[in-house]
């Protein structure tokens, strides 16, 4: 006999995950806590935004367990301040429809902010079938995996990567809207 209550109770959990991670602004603030522990005050400057604002955010990830506080500690005038650090969580998350949009924004945001000197970039156009398509997308996902694995370089310089995959409907013969379903079904397993 099927457990419905379980079942829906992993789809709410899915759903609060998804509307948590649906923020540009939040998946900055995870961004930011990844290699450090950083109070609210911390991260708002680092984002030049209000600290009320940020600390909305901030609950919001702890609530969903995308970011986790540490011990309380004093700020500068005496202040209880509270860091908080990335889970690594929304690396595990499963991808809902529509997150690509975030992260794509996000990552925008992200990269306005650097020299455009700075940015390394490839575009490459691929005609593949299912299978070298499967191929690509697991080969691309091994290496993430492998690298966020790893821990971090203490002294390293802090880097992001932004990848992206999508079928090409300006080279279609004749051209047509995007057939997401050979993509969503490579990443099915992701």
Known sequence: ????AADDAATADVDADARALASTLRMR?????????????????????????VLHHV?????????VAGPT??????????PYRATGK???TRRVPGMSRILIDT???EVALVDPQEVLTTRLGLRLDPAGLEELVSRVQA????????????????????????????????PRSA????????????
């Open 29 to 53: 603030i995870l961004r930011l806590c990844l290699d450090e522990a950083l109070t609210n005050r911390e991260i708002a400057q680092r984002l030049d935004r209000n600290p009320a604002t």
């Open 73 to 82: 500690r004093r700020g500068a005038r005496g202040s209880r301040e509270v």
């Open 143 to 174: 290496v993430f995996e492998d690298f966020a694995a790893r821990a971090a370089t203490p002294d390293g310089t802090p880097y992001s990567v932004f990848w992206a995959l999508h079928e090409d409907v300006t080279r279609q013969t004749p």
């Open 90 to 92: 929304s690396w595990r």
């Open 107 to 109: 990552f925008l945001e």
């Open 1 to 4: 006999m099927p457990d419905h």
């Open 59 to 67: 609950r919001t990830l702890v609530d969903r367990g995308f970011l």
């Open 179 to 190: 057939a997401m379903g050979s993509i969503d079904a490579a990443l099915s397993d992701g």
